[in-house]
């Protein structure tokens, strides 16, 4: 037990050790002025997400479901993301959508589709036919933050009792900043 007991106290004698060397101001630093901390940014990566690339998955918020034939995602009644702030307005906005066929049927009539960003809302099209769209809109500036994106639905496929269990809001491809 003593033997295990100075493995350890040598063990953390020497990480401490190593911590002070990885922590010392480099050669070149003037003497008198602290090390800075280095500087990690956490944010989006991407202005402009296709929802396939598993680069940029940690972008998307809850209200997404996993990728289908490669290519797409259904999104519930509400879906989140975060985007990479462009920085040069004014820019456009797009979100390339689908309403696979029997869809709006199957919802009971039009689907309403609404954009916010940054809990403000960018712009709403309501669809009356199934089919494949652009929504797209002219984002005229924005706060220099990393970009809060809402996509919402008014109707959508609730799960079935012995179907499919998630809420079917449309099908996105991609969206983001253009």
Known sequence: MRRLLSLIAISLASLTWLAALGCSKPKD????????????????????????DQRAINQLGPGWHGVEQETWRWMAHEA???LK???AFPEYFEVRLTLPPGHIAAVGGPVTFTVLLNDKVLGEETYAKDGAYVFQKVV?????DPVAVTFRVNKFKPPAPGGDVRELGLVVTAFGFK
């Open 29 to 52: 630093a003037p003497k008198n002025e602290p090390a800075k901390a280095a500087s990690i940014t956490f944010g989006p990566r991407y202005a402009y997400i296709q929802v396939n």
């Open 80 to 82: 989140t993301a975060s």
């Open 85 to 87: 702030n462009p920085g």
């Open 140 to 144: 005229q500036s924005l706060p220099p």
